[in-house]
């Protein structure tokens, strides 16, 4: 597949994606698009995938997408210093335009990361120039609202696919988040799953922890068992298909079929 044409379907996808979230009533998604991980590729690489890449942004169909659903799009991580080259001023000037575009909307938002792994040198740098101009220490929602452009509480939920990892979200994860990791792409994400997903963020994952002293005793024999039958099962281990690293009870399955 060429570029353009990865691009023109990735575009699509991530269209199709955000408006399934928005329509299940999730107002505030930050979705990571570009990783450090491509700073490894080379210059050539990089140029080309921001350079092909970016503009769709704002292309017709996202315009609209972002009408429709009322959005604010912002971009967040390091990636003004990673495009602080000459070569990469149309792309920053393309980023800055879709913010000032979408900045008046206030019914959904959308955080682009961009070279979003590490906040640490961004915020270290704010806070003392902070520090030196206000003469007090910044708070959290006032870093917040430095490093992504608009201040979000926390992450509620994260959904990433293959090895289970979290990544590119600074200062949201308090540890509270539901994690969730599909056996397959995020492309493929379907109603089906992401309902069954917020299901169980929003009611079985809400249910406190029974009284262990009032527990039957048929229900802790029930428990003790399921235990001790699944006391070798880790969730996070995988198996390699056709190169390819896929969960270790799909891995399993496939494995009884070739």
């Keep these: 597949m ?16 955000f408006s399934m979230l928005y329509d299940h009533g999730i107002d505030t998604i930050l979705s990571p ?15 080309a995938t921001l350079a092909n890449g970016l503009p769709v942004l704002e292309a017709p169909d996202f315009l609209a997408f ?16 990673v495009m602080g080259k ?12 879709i913010s000032d575009r979408t900045r008046q909307n206030k019914q959904r938002r959308l955080f682009f990361g961009l070279f979003s792994n590490d906040a640490s040198e961004q915020v270290g740098e704010f806070a003392i120039n902070y520090y030196l101009k206000e003469k007090r220490y910044p708070d959290r929602k006032e870093i917040i609202r430095q490093y992504y452009g608009d201040f979000i509480e926390t992450a509620t939920m994260f959904i990433g696919f293959e090895k289970p990892a979290v990544f590119d979200y ?12 599909t056996a397959v792409p995020s492309p493929y994400l379907t109603i089906a799953t992401l309902r069954k997903i917020l299901y169980d963020h929003l009611f079985s994952r809400r249910i406190q922890d029974p009284d262990w002293d009032r527990l ?15 006391e070798e099962t880790v969730l996070g281990i995988g198996r390699i298909f ?8 799909t891995g399993k399955e496939l494995a009884g079929k070739c």
């Design 216 to 230: 039957p005793e048929t229900e802790l024999n029930a428990l003790r068992n399921y235990y001790k039958k699944e």
């Design 66 to 81: 972002y009408e429709r659903y009322n959005i604010r799009f912002r971009f967040y991580g390091n990636y003004r210093s």
């Design 86 to 97: 000459a070569v990469y001023a149309p792309q920053l000037e393309l980023l800055d335009r």
């Design 170 to 181: 600074p200062l949201l994860s308090l540890g509270n988040e539901s994690l969730y990791f």
């Design 2 to 17: 060429s570029l353009d044409r990865y691009v023109d379907v990735a575009a699509r996808t991530y269209i199709r994606l």
């Design 33 to 47: 698009a570009y990783g450090e991980e491509l700073l490894a590729r080379g210059d050539e690489y990089i140029n």
């Design 242 to 249: 056709h190169n390819v690293w896929i969960p270790e009870q």
